[in-house]
């Protein structure tokens, strides 16, 4: 007999601008079912769910190609409204709420209840009805019965804990009658464990009730302990669909990682163990929004290639940061011995750290510049060089500006009109040489990068990265990197920092198990390995 | 053909290509109508040099990124302070001239780190805020030009209290600067002082702006997360940026009140700003970018125009306040149109 699915996404191709981001995915979730999608950063989770809810971005970009069914019946969504109107619902990851709003006007925003009143009736006009403000709070007070939590529907949400007002948001969702599939998306990421728990059986009783339900999470363990169904993701493709009782987390870690690492690994240096540490981190913690960094503890060797891993939001891109004092930072930072001024970059620069920033349109360019003004122009304001003095008075100097911005264009191969080509009108992967460039001019002993092949194409991806596994070598250069890609700090880094939750989840060799990987990128190994130790 | 046209038009851009052509229609215009060519082009000339310096001090101030500093009065009354103290002390000639710049600067100083620490506060709505600084400041001043213990006689009221509202240089420093070396060609008069000294300003400040601090000020303003993370103090580039401007602002007013030939106090320096703002925009500066020759290009267009927009308008709508209107509708049009191209253009 056919399985009747609440959800079925068959075959579905995407691509953006000949960049193929989803190969052949299938997805079939029953009614009643919890079903966990799981993938790395990029794998193509929210493309998918993008594609379900008919978002503009998607048919902006010339559609996808595959069938999506509800029931059996397959249906085209061309925009969220369709997808609302089907019955697929979605609860986000920032709060869609109006603070000033009860819970009972926030669930019904939009969809309110209206009466008839003498004013209406008089005009004839539907435009003219009251809100039917018992109804609402009923209709309110259903929805979170069958959440099974106890709050009141009359209450602001201003105020209200971050857990609760995850609640109203499904609340939101739930009481929208015809709904069929409903997407959580990572909803635990931002509740305490207790809350969190809550959340998954309220899951659990949604499910019963013959919702199917789409769980988005990193959380391993919340996983295994809420869904019925597994399916991973990885760059685009369908890597497995597990049933869960046929699977454990070092399985599902390992599935998520996974993928055959190009050693293209540069001649391996001889094992030197005991190096000297040249950047001591302890108890660093950087406010920086979206990657807060909560207490890192960290030895940086002299001459080594640190990768510095880990998912999205987890903290990895606020340490380089922090280090050069763009954000808020505390704690111990020793560089050679010597205790680093913190939150004053001059300071740092002028020690002998660089940074290539992760926002190169943002932080890392003057984008109206010219080439060689963007090379110089750290250099000129930390160690003078480039200027011609006289007395007080200062003039740069035209010739040596030149002479160096050329020799970096050749050096680095930086593709251009000529050194005076604003930085605008380059591409991605010359745009990253660029700020290597200014960074390398300041002659450091410790280069920091953050995520330096986003965004650019693959030939330029693989200069970039043998650039600095050159610098490395020939100058003994300390470079840290910090990167999304964990194929791409296996293949050049000579120990990996895997940050999970604003902490050190652990170092491993780029040669470490997949599932190591996948573990501790899930903030799960100290739990699971940490148990076995036992 | 139609190509170049279109890499002409890029280039200079088609408001400047419009006002130019605009400009040159007028002058035209004013041949066809009978007015003497030898004086339009003198007229021209002299308020080029006349207003150039304060429009030269919207430079600083939009490469240090606080936008066009529609709070140049402020600079101005430390202009007009410095004239009326070094009045004050009797001197006259091209010494009154000298000190009056030498008073001003220290005040145009202090009043310059002040503000731009202000400005520093409220990073986002500098314009707003300029303006309405200038606007108090102005009025504030209003009470002090009455209250204030000047005594030369030339200044003040013969009955009454506090200084006149417009003060005759002619016995002080009155174009002492246009009349430097000036001459006659074809019976167009070149006030090569006037001239120089605003090129010798322009020179200063482009070399200024090849220092280092100059650097790090420009790109402050460009990109101030990447001078952040160049290690450069932001803030402080932002200050010198803005006292740097309230400087020419002094500088300039003393230069336009010596060609002009009055100081004019009370609510005079109140439309200032928005005059020179208008000029540099008009010369192709943005409210995130301006050069020198963005400078000059907009003051000779701007005042340029206003300088035959006048007489011609008079001359087709006699006895009407045309004029007067018609330099308001310019002025305030490409002020509007230049912030308009502010949002959204990268």
Aim: glycine fraction near 10%; include cysteine.
């Amino acid at each position: 007999m056919l399985q009747k699915y609440a959800l079925e996404m068959k075959n579905i191709d995407k691509e953006y601008f000949g960049n193929k981001v989803l190969k052949g995915v299938d997805l079939k979730v029953k009614p009643g079912e919890i079903h966990a999608l799981l993938g790395e950063n990029g794998a193509g989770k929210s493309t998918l769910m993008n594609i379900l809810f008919g978002m503009p971005v998607i048919h902006s970009t010339g559609g996808f190609s595959g069938e999506v069914s509800m029931d059996g019946k397959k249906i085209e969504i061309k925009s969220p409204d369709e997808a609302m109107e089907k019955g697929i619902g979605m609860v986000h990851q920032e709060f869609m709420l109006v603070p000033g709003f009860t819970i009972a006007e926030n669930i019904k925003l939009n969809r309110e209840v209206l009466k008839y009143n003498p004013i209406s009736n008089a005009f004839k006009k539907d435009s003219l009805r009251f809100l039917d403000y018992k109804k609402m709070n009923k209709d309110a007070r259903k929805a979170l019965d069958t959440l099974g939590i106890d709050i009141d529907e009359w209450v602001k949400v201003a105020g209200l804990p971050v857990g609760y007002m995850q609640f109203v948001e499904i609340a939101r969702e739930i009481d929208k009658s015809n709904v069929k599939v409903l997407v959580f998306d990572e909803p635990t990421a931002v509740l305490t464990e207790s809350e969190a728990k809550t959340l998954i059986k309220a899951m659990k009783k949604l499910a019963q009730s013959g919702i199917a339900i789409l769980f988005i999470t990193h959380r391993l363990d919340e996983v295994m302990d809420a869904a019925d169904n597994i399916t991973i993701l990885r760059d685009g493709e369908l890597v497995a669909t597990r049933k869960k009782e046929e699977t454990n987390v070092l399985e599902i870690a390992e599935l998520m990682v996974g993928r055959k690492v190009e050693v293209t690994n540069k001649a391996k240096k001889e094992e030197q163990e005991s190096q000297e540490t040249i950047i001591s981190i302890k108890n660093l913690n950087v406010d920086m929004p979206g990657e807060e960094v909560k207490g890192i503890n960290l030895d940086i060797k002299k001459g080594e290639i640190l990768g510095i891993g880990g998912l999205a939001g987890q903290g990895k891109i606020g340490i380089a940061n922090g280090l050069m004092g763009l954000y808020k930072t505390t704690g111990d930072i020793e560089f050679k011995g010597e205790k680093l001024k913190l939150n004053d970059t001059r300071s740092v620069l002028n020690k002998g750290l660089a940074f290539v920033s992760e926002d190169r349109k943002g932080v890392g360019l003057l984008l109206d510049s010219s080439i060689q003004q963007n090379i110089v122009i750290t250099a000129m304001q930390i160690k003078e060089s480039f200027l011609k003095k006289y007395g007080i008075f200062s003039q740069l100097d035209k010739k040596g500006i030149v002479n160096h911005a050329v020799s970096m264009i050749k050096k680095l191969d930086i593709r251009c009109t000529g050194p005076l080509q604003a930085t605008r009108r380059l591409s991605g992967g010359n745009q990253q040489k660029v700020c290597i460039a200014r960074a390398l001019t300041l002659e450091p002993e410790v280069l920091l990068v953050s995520e330096p092949t986003r965004g650019i194409d693959i030939g330029a991806k693989k200069l970039v990265l043998d650039l600095l596994v050159q610098l490395n070598d020939e100058l003994g250069m300390t470079v840290v990197i910090t990167s999304s890609e964990l194929a791409e700090l296996r293949s050049i880094s000579d120990r990996i920092a895997i940050i999970a939750e604003g902490k050190v989840e652990g170092i491993l060799k780029p040669d470490a198990s997949d599932a190591d990987f996948g573990l501790m990128m899930a903030g799960e190994y100290n739990k699971l390995r940490g148990k076995e130790a036992i | 053909m139609t190509e170049s046209i279109k890499t002409i038009t890029k280039k200079v851009g088609l408001p400047r290509l419009i006002i130019s052509s605009f400009f040159v229609f007028l002058i035209i215009a004013s041949i066809g109508l009978g007015l003497p060519l030898d004086r339009t082009l003198t007229n021209i000339i002299r308020r080029f040099g006349m207003f150039g310096v304060l429009v030269l001090a919207m430079v600083p101030a939009i490469q240090c990124g606080i936008g066009p500093n529609f709070a140049l009065p402020l600079g101005i009354i430390c202009g007009i302070l410095g004239e009326i103290i070094s009045i004050e002390f009797g001197f006259v000639g091209f010494t009154a001239f000298i000190v009056a710049i030498l008073i001003s600067i220290p005040f145009a100083t202090i009043i310059g780190v002040g503000y731009g620490n202000l400005l520093n506060k409220i990073k986002g709505s500098e314009m707003l805020v300029a303006a309405y600084a200038a606007l108090s400041v102005v009025y504030f001043m209003c009470i002090m030009w009455v209250t204030l213990p000047f005594k030369h006689p030339q200044m003040i009221w013969p009955i009454g209290k506090g200084l006149r509202v417009t003060i005759a240089l002619e016995a002080f420093f009155g174009y002492v600067l246009n009349d430097f070396a000036d001459f006659s060609i074809a019976g167009v008069h070149i006030p090569t002082g006037l001239l120089m000294f605003f090129l010798l300003c322009c020179f200063v400040v482009w070399l200024y702006t090849r220092s280092k601090t100059g650097m790090a000020m420009k790109a402050a303003g460009d990109n101030p997360k990447f001078a952040l993370a160049s290690g450069i103090n932001v803030d402080r580039s932002r200050i010198i940026g803005t006292t740097l401007s309230t400087i020419l602002g002094a500088v300039g007013i003393i230069v336009y009140h010596q060609s002009y030939g009055y100081i004019q106090l009370y609510d005079a320096p109140q439309y200032m700003g928005f005059a020179t703002v208008a000029a540099v925009l008009i010369g192709g500066a943005t409210a995130r970018k301006a050069k020198i020759s963005h400078v000059l290009l907009g003051v000779l267009l701007f005042q340029g125009l206003l300088a035959v927009a006048l007489p011609v308008a008079n001359e087709v709508v006699k006895g009407s306040n045309l004029a007067e209107v018609l330099r308001m509708v310019i002025q305030n049009g490409i002020i509007l149109y230049a912030l308009t191209q502010v949002v959204g253009g990268e």
